[in-house]
């Protein structure tokens, strides 16, 4: 089996490593600045655990390597201005958006998308950064540099937030996972709920949405889509060509978890649709200390990725698994115990979403 080169070293990059032990596939997860000579990518099959990424004597050498899966998508999906052409260009729906390219735009931009807008970088945010909710006067707040360089998009009301997680193989063919159900604040997300019994009519919808974006840039792997509901339907927010954090339940929750998927398609191995067991439910880890408490607990499983632990950074996660629910809310209320304050919301809204 030919080995994997992720470019990029952090978590994402360590759990496809993980994933890909037990078949026997060795997976080199790669810092950037690494020396070219120091990786074996000559005969490897190279992917990404990051969208964008800067010029460095090993990014340059592997731009021009043929077997980096999908290598000139990621630059067209990092930058959310060609992610929400393409959309447009699909008929998929998302929020009403324009490019922000000066300050005189801001009254024509209120009148068009209302009193409530969102400014995005086009490049490089994330978990937040990099984005301003903006009410008409906060826009001179704004600083000078994001002109030319940003989207707008108008503010939804929405009901939830879902993700949807695939992968499509060389074959054009694709699998699912159940769909996500995610709580964000302030911009990270802090917990995912994956139910076996998903609303079928919005599962239908999500999966013609991301075949389609798939299946047009010919993409092999997972790619995740991230989505509001509103109504009845579901527009989408942004796309993520990789492993992503809402999947990380499928760790634990799923006969073939999203690591182990990614890796099977861009190695046209077998790619069976995954088996959902149960419920599951995803808590990130952010800013806080490992605790051994929360091993005492069966059903919990930790993946702690071994950072230094800095306030919003997201240093593990937490799986919980079982299919009677009830079981999975105590274990959830036993759990809230052991954190901090600011975890008792989000433990709280998963526990409704398993009512």
């Avoid at 393409?86 to 729906?93: E, K, Q």
């Avoid at 360089?149 to 879902?162: A, M, R």
Wanted: proline content about 7%; hydrophobic content about 40%.
């Amino acid at each position: 089996m030919k080995p994997v080169c992720v470019l990029g070293n952090g978590q994402l990059g360590r759990m496809l490593r993980q994933a890909g032990e037990p078949l026997g596939i060795a997976v080199y997860p790669v810092g950037l600045d690494a020396e070219p000579e120091a990786v074996p990518y000559q005969s490897s099959v190279i992917t990404a655990e990051i969208e964008r990424w800067p010029e460095t004597p090993l990014t340059r050498e592997l731009a021009h390597h043929k077997a980096f899966i999908n290598r000139d998508i990621f630059p067209q999906l990092a930058d959310r201005l060609p992610q929400k052409q393409l959309m447009d260009t699909l008929g998929l729906a998302t929020a009403p958006w324009k490019l922000l390219s000066d300050p005189s735009q801001w009254p024509q931009l209120f009148a068009e998308l209302g009193d409530f807008i969102i400014v995005k970088r086009r490049t490089g945010g994330y978990d937040g950064r990099g984005q301003w909710r903006i009410r008409p006067g906060d826009e001179t707040e704004l600083p000078p540099e994001i002109y030319g360089e940003s989207i707008v998009e108008q503010g939804i009301v929405f009901s939830g937030e879902v993700s949807l997680v695939g992968a499509r193989n060389a074959q054009g063919e694709s699998v699912f996972y159940t769909l996500t159900h995610n709580l964000h604040q302030e911009g990270i997300l802090r917990t995912s709920v994956a139910l076996p019994d998903t609303d079928k009519r919005l599962q239908q919808q999500a999966e013609k949405m991301l075949t389609a974006i798939m299946d047009h840039l010919d993409y092999i792997g997972v790619m995740a889509m991230e989505c509001f509901i509103v109504g009845d339907n579901l527009l989408i927010n942004e796309l993520a060509p990789r492993v992503h954090n809402s999947g990380h339940w499928t760790q634990n929750g799923a006969s073939i978890s999203q690591f182990e998927l990614h890796l099977r398609a861009i190695l046209d191995l077998p790619m069976p649709q995954p088996k959902i067991y149960a419920p599951s439910v995803m808590v990130n880890l952010i800013g806080t200390e490992i605790n051994p408490a929360w091993l005492s607990l069966p059903l919990v499983r930790l993946h702690w990725y071994e950072k230094e632990v800095r306030p919003v950074r997201k240093v593990g996660h937490l799986n919980v698994t079982h299919a009677d629910k009830e079981t999975l809310k105590k274990t959830l209320q036993t759990l809230a115990s052991l954190l901090p304050t600011e975890y008792q919301s989000s433990l709280q809204w998963a526990q409704d979403k398993l009512s």
